[in-house]
């Protein structure tokens, strides 16, 4: 198979995924990378839909794909990936990465909560989930859409082994009365809270929050007593239908290296998924003290379904598409 050119479908961004490219072409400067920024947000993940046409037309698609595990393991159970166990993949603790194979971490994915400040005065800020049930919330309370059944959904159903006060059920139902904005990308839940259109954005990446910090927008973490920092991550496989197998195999190999990993941490701003990383972004340097759980457990993943249909029965305030990428809400982050 071809060892000169790689095709990669990514929900990272093209101006940072340049840097990536340059990375692997230092050592490997005879591939070409060909790389489409890709969304995930639905069920099936757009993404994969992409993939499944792509075989269908040509007969060929991408030959590595990178998501959020949660869409990921859509893609997974749609048997799109072959198994790589790449050297390099020591380097990954064991909580961020499929026992098979399948998929390996390459960048965390810390979610925090955010409020604008602006809006909200320091004495009332909520401390606690069950302060987010106040009246005062209702209609302005932002979160990256839960109907869609990805990493929104599983954040959501994390929250079942760490509310103390109130019964995850009865928290879920309460909540729905807030009328929460179901925004469909996380940086329009950051956009929505910065711009004033919500107080509260329960569901955002930490590396867009220190990129808005960056920017001066008026926006602060929010602090929840029983909801911890909650970690995530990118993950890469390796498309069952690569036609340039050994290419793919070498990317994988490096982007999970050390050396790899140390590139993607000291780029602006991602947190490589190498926990001893001495880069500028790995969480021992950026959140050098903070306790958190990574997601999806398994209990999350195998009540994904389930969940799901909760909240789709009881969340029903959609953003257009429209708003979500035609106005401002989009363009807060963007260079």
Same mark, same amino acid.
């Given at each position: 198979?071809?060892?000169n050119?790689?095709?990669?479908?990514?929900?990272?961004? !093209? +101006?940072?995924f340049?840097s990536? =490219? =340059?990375?692997?072409?230092k050592?490997?400067?005879?591939?070409? #990378?060909?790389?489409?920024?890709?969304?995930?947000?639905?069920t099936p993940p757009?993404?994969s839909?992409?993939?499944? $046409?792509? *075989?269908s037309?040509?007969g %060929? @698609?991408?030959?590595i794909v990178? @998501?959020?595990?949660?869409?990921?393991?859509?893609?997974?159970?749609?048997?799109?990936?072959? /198994?790589? &166990?790449?050297?390099?993949?020591?380097?990954?603790?064991?909580?961020?990465?499929?026992?098979e194979?399948?998929?390996?971490s =390459?960048?965390?994915?810390?979610?925090?909560?955010?409020?604008?400040r602006?809006?909200?005065?320091?004495?009332e800020v909520?401390?606690?989930?069950?302060?987010?049930?106040d009246?005062?919330w209702?209609?302005?309370?932002?979160i990256?859409?839960?109907?869609?059944? !990805?990493f929104?959904s599983? +954040?959501?159903?994390? *929250?079942? %082994?760490?509310?103390i006060?109130?019964?995850?059920?009865?928290? =879920?139902?309460?909540?729905? $009365?807030?009328?929460?904005?179901?925004w469909?990308?996380?940086r $329009?839940?950051?956009?929505?809270?910065?711009?004033?259109?919500?107080? #509260?954005?329960?569901? /955002?990446?930490?590396?867009?929050?220190?990129?808005?910090?960056d920017?001066?927008?008026?926006?602060e973490?929010?602090?929840?007593s029983?909801?911890?920092?909650?970690? @995530?991550?990118?993950?890469a496989?390796?498309?069952?239908?690569?036609?340039?197998?050994?290419?793919?195999?070498?990317?994988?190999d490096?982007? *999970? @290296?050390?050396?790899?990993?140390?590139?993607i941490?000291n780029?602006?701003?991602?947190?490589?998924?190498?926990?001893?990383?001495?880069?500028k972004?790995?969480?021992s340097?950026?959140?050098?003290?903070?306790?958190?759980?990574?997601?999806p457990?398994?209990?999350v993943?195998?009540?994904?379904?389930?969940?799901?249909?909760?909240?789709?029965?009881?969340?029903? &305030? $959609?953003?257009?598409?429209?708003?979500a990428?035609?106005?401002?809400?989009?363009?807060v982050?963007?260079?």
């Amino acid at each position: 198979m071809s060892n000169n050119k790689l095709i990669i479908y990514g929900t990272i961004e !093209t +101006w940072e995924f340049d840097s990536w =490219i =340059i990375g692997f072409n230092k050592v490997h400067p005879n591939i070409k #990378i060909e790389y489409s920024r890709k969304y995930v947000y639905g069920t099936p993940p757009p993404m994969s839909t992409q993939i499944t $046409h792509d *075989l269908s037309n040509t007969g %060929s @698609s991408a030959d590595i794909v990178l @998501s959020a595990i949660s869409p990921h393991l859509q893609m997974q159970n749609q048997d799109l990936f072959q /198994v790589y &166990n790449s050297p390099e993949r020591c380097n990954i603790s064991e909580s961020l990465k499929d026992s098979e194979g399948f998929w390996t971490s =390459i960048v965390l994915l810390p979610t925090m909560q955010i409020y604008n400040r602006e809006l909200i005065d320091i004495d009332e800020v909520p401390t606690s989930s069950k302060d987010l049930l106040d009246n005062r919330w209702k209609n302005r309370i932002s979160i990256h859409d839960i109907t869609l059944g !990805t990493f929104g959904s599983n +954040w959501m159903s994390s *929250l079942r %082994s760490n509310l103390i006060d109130i019964d995850w059920s009865s928290f =879920i139902n309460l909540l729905s $009365h807030q009328n929460l904005q179901l925004w469909p990308l996380f940086r $329009h839940v950051l956009g929505s809270v910065s711009l004033g259109k919500s107080d #509260i954005g329960l569901t /955002v990446m930490f590396y867009e929050y220190l990129r808005a910090k960056d920017k001066n927008l008026p926006i602060e973490r929010l602090m929840l007593s029983d909801i911890p920092l909650y970690i @995530s991550a990118t993950v890469a496989s390796i498309l069952k239908t690569s036609s340039n197998l050994e290419s793919a195999k070498l990317f994988i190999d490096y982007i *999970l @290296s050390k050396e790899g990993q140390n590139m993607i941490g000291n780029n602006y701003i991602r947190v490589p998924a190498y926990i001893e990383s001495d880069s500028k972004y790995s969480i021992s340097n950026i959140l050098p003290d903070e306790k958190y759980s990574i997601f999806p457990s398994l209990d999350v993943i195998n009540n994904t379904d389930k969940d799901r249909q909760l909240f789709q029965n009881l969340f029903k &305030n $959609h953003v257009t598409t429209d708003e979500a990428f035609n106005t401002d809400v989009d363009k807060v982050l963007k260079k």
